[in-house]
T-cell receptor, first 111, second 115 residues
Framework: QKEVEQDPGPLSVPEGAIVSLNCTYS??????FMWYRQYSRKGPELLMY????GNKEDGRFTAQVDKSSKYISLFIRDSQPSDSATYLC???????????FGQGTRLTINP | GAVVSQHPSWVICKSGTSVKIECRSL??????MFWYRQFPKQSLMLMAT?????????EQGVEKDKFLINHASLTLSTLTVTSAHPEDSSFYIC???????????FGPGTRLTVL
């Protein structure tokens, strides 16, 4: 069993839809949770960063962490074609040290 | 802020040669940098953790004599792929740890093709 599980997709939704991306994990010691967006042939770009449980909102993006269920989510509201990318969840025990990544979900937003 | 650059963005080399990739944190000092490789349609695989002024820590299965890492300053880390072979062809990405916010910021990646 992988430490972090993420459905690779692909996921295709129409423009304007609400997108839900999820990851589950097995190590209850993880404290820091991140979502990265990666366009083809580019490095990952940090979207959201959360410490411990709770919700965090930034514009059209909302990150949720449920440590009791070992489950994290990223919601994208009013999705745009420019949101089409691979979304990677990542987590760590201590801050910037040694991230463990999910497999990444390929998302396509259709105009 | 928190910009990380990599150079070159792509490189093609002959089998048996060595290739050096640079990773720089442009607007912050990074005590820790990380090197990853990524195969097509796969996630990032951590190769090594690089701390300024000390030896890198390699992940299991990564050959330290083949992938030489030098972290000479708080803003520069280099990865040298020695005696490259076609199976080393991959996308290499570095990141830098920004300890204040406890996150990693990634460079744009370097695509290595070994002929």
């Amino acid at each position: 069993q992988k430490e972090v599980e993420q459905d690779p997709g692909p996921l295709s939704v129409p423009e304007g839809a609400i997108v839900s991306l999820n990851c589950t994990y097995s190590n209850s010691a993880f404290q820091y949770f991140m979502w990265y967006r990666q366009y083809s042939r580019k490095g990952p770009e940090l979207l959201m960063y959360t410490y411990s449980s709770g919700n965090k909102e930034d514009g059209r993006f909302t990150a949720q962490v449920d440590k009791s269920s070992k489950y994290i989510s990223l919601f994208i509201r009013d999705s745009q074609p420019s949101d089409s990318a691979t979304y990677l969840c990542a987590m760590s025990l201590q801050g910037a040290q040694k991230l463990v990544f999910g497999q990444g979900t390929r998302l396509t937003i259709n105009p | 802020g928190a910009v990380v650059s990599q150079h070159p963005s792509w490189v093609i080399c002959k089998s048996g040669t060595s290739v050096k990739i640079e990773c720089r944190s442009l607007d912050f000092q990074a005590t820790t940098m990380f090197w990853y490789r990524q195969f097509p349609k796969q996630s990032l695989m951590l190769m090594a953790t690089s701390n300024e002024g000390s030896k890198a820590t390699y992940e299991q299965g990564v050959e330290k004599d083949k992938f030489l890492i030098n972290h000479a300053s708080l803003t520069l880390s280099t990865l040298t792929v020695t005696s490259a072979h076609p199976e080393d062809s991959s996308f290499y990405i570095c990141s830098a740890g920004l300890s204040i916010t406890d996150t990693q910021y990634f460079g744009p990646g370097t695509r290595l093709t070994v002929l």
